[in-house]
């Protein structure tokens, strides 16, 4: 049985993004020149209606107004990418957690570069919020949007964060 994606694209104040769906959940979200994005397909069928809730919650989100995101997500990966991925969730608007934190978070303490890996495939940017992880450090590492983006996401959050 093949599954239909759906997608649309919206502006924002990082570019244009693409968001894409089965239909029911949230599978990707990318930005322009993101480093494994996706790019639609002739099979691929552009709804704009079908993803009003996700566009919604993104411009509440660039606006300042919504600190936590609630759709459903279906993200495909390994079970470990998944655990990776659903603890980025946990990480509170404003926050940033070192890559090693988050190995310790998900019970693997020293599974950090897997983590790191993990967190450079997550398909659903800004929503599944890897943009908040950091070098242990402090400074700014990897991101498949790249390093302006993730600067501008994290400088958006910390002024959000104060209200």
């Known amino acids: ?8 694209t919206i502006a924002s104040p990082i ?9 029911e959940s949230v599978t990707g979200l990318y930005m322009h020149k993101h480093k ?18 996700p566009c919604a919650q993104l411009q509440s989100y660039f606006a300042g107004e ?3 995101f609630d759709l459903a997500l279906a ?13 980025l969730c946990d990480i509170p608007f404003g926050e940033t957690v ?20 993990a967190n450079g495939r997550n398909p659903i940017s ?3 919020p890897c943009h908040r992880v ?8 990897g991101y498949g949007g790249g390093l302006a983006r993730k600067r501008w996401l994290l400088a958006h959050e910390a002024k959000g964060s104060l209200i």
């Open 1 to 8: 049985m093949t599954t239909t994606t759906w997608y649309t």
């Open 15 to 23: 570019g244009e993004l693409l968001l894409k769906s089965d239909g």
């Open 36 to 53: 494994r994005g996706a790019t639609p397909t002739r099979e691929w069928r552009r709804d704009d209606a079908a993803l009003k809730r």
């Open 66 to 68: 919504l600190h936590e």
């Open 75 to 87: 993200p495909e990966g390994t079970p470990f990418q998944q655990r990776v991925w659903r603890a």
């Open 98 to 117: 070192s890559y090693g934190e988050l190995a310790r978070r998900i019970g693997q303490p020293t599974a950090s570069r897997a983590v790191g890996l």
């Open 126 to 128: 800004i929503v599944v």
């Open 134 to 141: 950091i070098g242990a450090d402090g400074s700014l590492t």
